[in-house]
Structures are given as C-alpha cells and as structure tokens.
Nanobody, 116 residues
Framework: QVQLVESGGGLVQPGGSLRLSCAAS????????MGWYRQAPGKQRELVAT???????DYADSVKGRFTISRDNAKNTMYLQMNSLKPEDTGVYYC??????????WGQGTQVTVSS
C-alpha cells in the first residue's frame, strides 16, 4: 500500500516560516523525482518545487529565494522549508511521488494559512 503523508501545515503570520514534511511508504521509488504542489481556494493546483533523487531542484518563480525543497532518501521523506511567507502562499500543499513504473501518487494535503 502506498502512502504519502504530509505534515507541518498551520496558521502563520506574514513573514513567518513553516516546514512541511512528506513521509513516503510502500512502493514509492527513491530513484524518482518528488514534488510539492499547492492549491489555493478557487484556483488550479500548481507546482511549487521539485527535487530529483540526486538532489537537483526546481522552483516556481513565485517561491524562488523563499522556499527550499529537500529530501532524505534513507528516510524516504521530503521537506519544504518555507520562509518569508506571504498571504498568497495560502493553500493546501500536496506532495507527489512516483513508483518505479511511474505511477504517480498524491498525499492528502496539509493546509497552510498565512494571515495576520
């Protein structure tokens, strides 16, 4: 059984920080890229950041310089350090990963709310 479990979301003031975690279990491949996506109310899900098994990263322009994606392959866990948070970062954050045969899986999401 495949599981992707996100944690670390919450309510934070503008300018604050949060660290999200995504713990993967089951047939998720440590050799495949993983990613964070987010969905704001009334908007489509959008890519936030991706990371390959070797640690190469890519970010949406809106989060460059503020967010850092990382992964611990030994623990099969991915992280998203979010600094200098803005109200427009509010949304449900999902992690995404793949099996060795490229079947994609999603976590249940964790809510991030940036508000004063």
């Amino acid at each position: 059984q495949v599981q992707l479990v996100e944690s670390g979301g919450g309510l934070v003031q503008p300018g604050g920080s949060l660290r999200l975690s995504c713990a993967a279990s089951g047939i998720i491949s440590r050799l495949k890229p993983m990613g964070w996506y987010r969905q704001a109310p009334g908007k489509q899900r959008e890519l936030v950041a991706t990371i390959t098994s070797a640690g190469s990263t890519d970010y949406a322009d809106s989060v460059k310089g503020r967010f850092t994606i990382s992964r611990d392959n030994a623990k099969n866990t991915m992280y998203l350090q979010m600094n200098s948070l803005k109200p427009e970062d509010t949304g449900v954050y999902y992690c995404n990963a793949a099996s060795a045969s490229w079947t994609l899986y999603w976590g249940q999401g964790t809510q991030v709310t940036v508000s004063s």
